[in-house]
């Protein structure tokens, strides 16, 4: 059967806020699930294990993690679309990808060395992109294009949300490493599995099941940019923009220990706690421009203005971080990062979802889109491990890589023709 643009759909009923609470809910206790894992117990993991070579050991394992993220989520994508189960097809994998999610943290918690640790990553990635890939491509199912700004402001707290409380339980409210794991596991508990029994997801049958399995050799996972260019577009600027934000996550713990030197300034502190407070601040700025982005997007009809924007924004922020590696300019170039990062992810989505190329493959379209996100995860680590250790640069020449690539980003989507 031929394919019909994700965008000439009809346009369904409209979804009730009890659906849109539920899965901002769960968005956001999937963000607080791998959020602080990725940004303070993977280094400071990495640190216990090999202290001298912390930020190349983090890399290496960020790296091969990176990899299994972006393939599990793709295939994930994938599987959940061709899934006749009686339960639904993207249900099963929510709940599946949640029970391996909390058994990865204990994994994560036993591993005593570096081989170890990024087995146990690895098998976190698979899993956890399994529970994502279905919560993406359920919101897609479900909500017509008139709600996408809407959707994808709210999908957009996530990040801020799962960040601060992310960093606030793990790095400020607990410091213990089992009872922060233990933590991470009560919130998939809480906040995604409730979510994933209660929505209703219809079963298809075999008849309206995608064609077959796409495998990595079919070209069925290949989009041609000449037949869809404005989803190879907004493909390109989103990975830019993201390659930007992986760097700045990944290794602000470190730039604080060793350029902003954290612990001298204020005695008696731990600098994953000086993180929480720069999150924090962040994310206060995210949540006050995100909803009313993407609630603005959605009454003019326009995608592109926000998102250039927002990754201009995030782009002079970053570059502020390298310029003015100073206590006081970070708190105040993390309010304009929320701010960039609330604007650029609140309408993001939206325009993404609109140029998706297949109404029948969402699953695997979308997981398509979330290479976005984990092949920066996987470039990023070897940009870092290149210029941090062969090259002998620094931090700050770093986060300036990473705003030329968000100011990048911002250029490509002006090109998008499609999408206003």
Do not use: C
Request: charged content about 10%; overall charge positive; hydrophobic content about 55%.
């Amino acid at each position: 059967m031929g394919t019909a643009s994700a965008d000439e759909r009809l346009d369904g009923a409209p979804v009730g806020p009890g659906f849109m609470g539920g899965l901002a809910l769960a968005q956001v206790g999937a963000f607080i699930s791998f959020m602080p894992l990725l940004q303070i117990l993977l280094p400071l993991k990495a640190e216990a294990i090999d202290p001298a070579h912390k930020a190349i050991t983090l890399a290496h394992i960020m790296f091969w993690g990176a990899i299994a993220a972006g393939a599990a989520n793709l295939f994930a994508g994938a599987i959940s679309d061709r899934t006749t189960s009686r339960f639904g097809r993207r249900r099963p994998w929510l709940l599946a990808g949640a029970a391996g999610t909390m058994l990865a943290y204990l994994f994560i918690h036993l591993a005593t060395n570096a081989a170890s640790l990024t087995a146990a990553v690895i098998f976190f990635q698979v899993v956890f992109n399994f529970l994502f890939a279905a919560l993406l491509a359920l919101a897609v199912d479900r909500v017509p294009h008139r709600q996408r700004g809407v959707m994808s402001a709210l999908l957009a707290l996530g990040y801020p949300l799962g960040n601060i409380a992310g960093a606030a339980l793990v790095g400020g409210l607990i410091n213990n490493e089992p009872l922060r794991f233990a933590a991470l596991a009560i919130v998939v508990l809480v906040m995604i599995v409730p979510f994933s029994l209660a929505i209703r997801d219809k079963p298809i049958t075999a008849a309206q099941r995608p064609d077959t399995l796409p495998n990595v050799f079919s070209g069925r996972f290949w989009i041609d940019p000449r037949k869809h260019p404005d989803f190879a577009l907004a493909w390109s600027g989103r990975f830019l923009v993201q390659v930007g934000i992986t760097l700045v996550q990944g290794y602000m713990l470190y730039y604080l220990v060793d350029v902003v030197h954290y612990a001298r300034l204020f005695p008696g502190a731990r600098p994953e706690q000086g993180l929480a407070i720069l999150t924090g601040i962040s994310s206060v700025s995210f949540v006050s421009v995100s909803l009313f982005g993407g609630f603005l997007s959605d009454r003019l009809r326009l995608r592109k203005p926000f998102v250039i924007g927002g990754a201009g924004i995030l782009a002079t922020a970053t570059a502020s971080f390298a310029l003015a590696p100073n206590w006081p300019a970070m708190v105040i170039a993390y309010v304009f990062h929320g701010f960039g990062a609330g604007l650029y992810y609140a309408v993001d989505v939206a325009l993404l979802t609109q140029v998706l190329p297949s109404a029948r493959d969402i699953g695997k379209d979308l997981g398509i889109v979330n290479l976005s996100n984990t092949v920066p995860q996987i470039l990023a680590p070897v940009v870092a491990a290149w210029l941090l250790g062969a090259v002998h640069a620094d931090f700050r020449v770093l986060f300036l890589l990473a705003s030329a690539a968000s100011a990048m980003g911002a250029l490509i989507v002006l090109a998008i023709r499609g999408v206003r």
